[in-house]
């Protein structure tokens, strides 16, 4: 199974991404959830050049 990560932008995405609905799709199509979601809030925390230090703490935490 290959394991991912989220990255999100308010607390209603994060709701959703870290709901067990959401898990158990996620397990119908072979893919698991690492255990945070993470909140980056906003005020561009997405671009490219600020969303490394999201993207390396999910793959330490074994997102793909």
């Keep these: ?3 991912v990560g ?4 308010g607390k209603t995405e994060r709701k959703l991404l ?3 609905n959401f898990k158990s799709c996620l397990q119908s ?3 698991e ?3 945070e979601v993470i909140n980056a ?4 925390n997405l671009l490219p ?3 490394k230090v999201y993207t390396e703490g999910l793959k330490s935490k074994g997102a793909s």
């Design 29 to 31: 199509i072979n893919l």
């Design 6 to 9: 989220f990255i999100c932008e």
């Design 18 to 20: 870290g709901s067990a």
């Design 33 to 35: 959830q690492v255990d």
């Design 41 to 44: 809030e906003s005020s561009g």
């Design 1 to 3: 199974m290959v394991k």
């Design 49 to 51: 050049h600020n969303i």
